[in-house]
């Protein structure tokens, strides 16, 4: 179903800005949120796998937008998101956890850590229905992203040493992420328009890290500032 939505959008999109209203603009975004960790899968030496934990996520881009009849409009964006998550597991005893009579008492703070930098490169499609009220305009948005995992970073860190794993990415998969969006913008200095709206992006595609078997994929909620002119 997403190879069809993949090839049917920038047909629609394509049309859109050859056959639409002839009132452009470009829109520089920059966002921030959390990327949350969704369906993380630890290397099995590393059990238990104890929690996961967000990091903060920052996103920058520019978008082409095409202005369409009864206040619509069709967006390409070009964008960049810079994600990560900690994980944890109590996969090492150390000394201070053993009680002296042949016992374990796991002390979390002492857990071994996974730091994890993740930075996804995108296409972004979608679509935004804008409301005219005086001087403010709520709108809704729905996109969808196709990009590719460009970078990544992995540390492990226990209470004796810290350790970088080797900078390569198994699979090649398209990241396909959905991007649904509610938001506000006005119109300052004739077309020149400021939105702030809030949004999310739900990673449908996991990362596979080379010889690690990591695997992980995202969901990011944040905000977003833009500036179209």
Known sequence: MFKKIALFLPAVFLASFLFGQKKYQVEVVVGGGFSVPNSVEMPKIWQPHTQD??????????????N????????????????????????????????????????????????????????S????????????????????????????????????AQYQYPKKIENTKIQVSLRPAIGMSKKIFGKKTLSFAAVSKVFLTEVKLENLDWKYRFFVPGLELGWSF
């Open 68 to 123: 369409l009849p009864k206040n619509w409009q069709a967006r390409l964006g070009f964008e960049g998101s810079f994600l990560g998550f900690d994980a944890f597991c109590d996969c090492t005893q150390w000394g201070e956890e053993h009680d002296g009579n042949g016992g374990y008492l796991r002390k979390p703070e002492l857990d071994n850590k996974f730091s994890n930098q993740t930075a996804v490169w995108e296409i």
């Open 53 to 66: 934990a967000s990091k903060i996520a920052a996103t920058f881009g520019l978008r082409f937008i095409s």
């Open 125 to 160: 499609l979608a679509t935004r229905k804008n409301w005219e009220r005086k001087n403010w305009l709520p709108f809704l948005e729905f996109g969808i992203g196709l990009g590719a995992v460009g970078w990544y970073k992995m540390m492990a860190y226990t209470s004796a």
